[in-house]
């Protein structure tokens, strides 16, 4: 897999950490020069861009916020300037708060529905600016979350449903420039952000793994190599589709 993705020029957003640190290494190693987005952990980017360089692989770190168009146009205009256009995108960034519905806040719902649904919807739009002739591959990071129906999780959930069906709509639109858009739904994944809330320790997070046919947490390692695929040629002839990289957990 080493050479898959030779000459491809790819940015992956949240990429400092968790799954999105995953997929950022796993597409340096196949051979894309990889654009590191982060909001806020630089140090954590800057490791991301060590370790891909340290196999001689090619990477940048980039902040940008990605529910801010003017952030979002610089991410591509500083990822041409680095490496070319782009022909990959990954939309990684997400946040996640779990609350009952009477504590459902409107800031919280507004800051989930900017970073999940806003953001890759601005980063697709920039991508397909950029994105050449030969055209390119979307690949949006939704969740299980979409169709799960787990108590506590409605706004999480109804963000992930929405990045689906902006998969949909935009893989028929953006279709004949041959731009190829798809998600992917993790289940249960072991990552900083799920650790830190103790999700697996929880009722919620015991029952997920529970449904787990494979009866294990979900790894980033374990979600990369699909998008590999779907970054490269051998994906060419998919799209519009949504991808349970999950364990078998529904």
């Known amino acids: 897999m080493a050479n898959l993705l030779s000459g491809k020029i790819a940015i992956v957003t949240g990429a400092s950490k968790g799954i999105g640190r995953g997929i950022a290494?796993?597409?340096g190693a196949a051979g894309a020069s990889v654009v590191v987005n982060y909001g806020s952990s630089k140090r954590e980017a800057d490791e991301v861009v060590r370790e891909i360089v340290e196999y001689d692989g090619k990477a940048v770190a980039v902040q940008a916020d990605m529910a801010?168009?003017?952030?979002?146009?610089?991410?591509?205009?500083?990822?041409?300037?680095a490496f070319g256009a782009p022909n990959i995108l990954v939309n990684n960034a997400g946040v996640y708060h779990f609350q009952a519905l009477d504590e459902v806040t409107v800031e919280q719902f507004h800051r989930q529905f900017d970073t999940n649904v806003l953001g890759p919807l601005l980063a697709t739009r920039e991508a397909a600016k950029y994105f050449g002739p030969a055209g390119g591959s979307v690949i949006n990071i939704s969740s299980i979350a979409s169709t799960n129906a787990t108590a506590g999780t409605s706004v999480y959930s109804a963000t992930k449903a929405a990045l689906d069906s902006l998969t949909r709509v935009l893989s028929r639109e953006l279709g004949p420039r041959q731009i190829r858009v798809?998600?992917?739904?993790?289940?249960?994944?072991?990552?900083?952000?799920?650790?830190a809330i103790g999700v697996f320790e929880s009722e919620m997070g015991k029952q997920l793994v529970a449904g787990t046919p494979l009866g294990r947490v979900g790894q980033p390692e374990d979600i990369a190599p699909t998008v590999v695929f779907l970054a490269s040629d051998a994906g060419a002839w998919i799209t519009g589709e949504s991808i349970r990289v999950s364990g078998g957990a529904y």
């Open 182 to 195: 798809n998600s992917l739904s993790p289940g249960p994944t072991d990552t900083e952000g799920t650790r």
């Open 25 to 27: 290494k796993a597409l």
């Open 68 to 81: 801010k168009p003017a952030d979002v146009e610089r991410l591509f205009a500083e990822t041409k300037a």
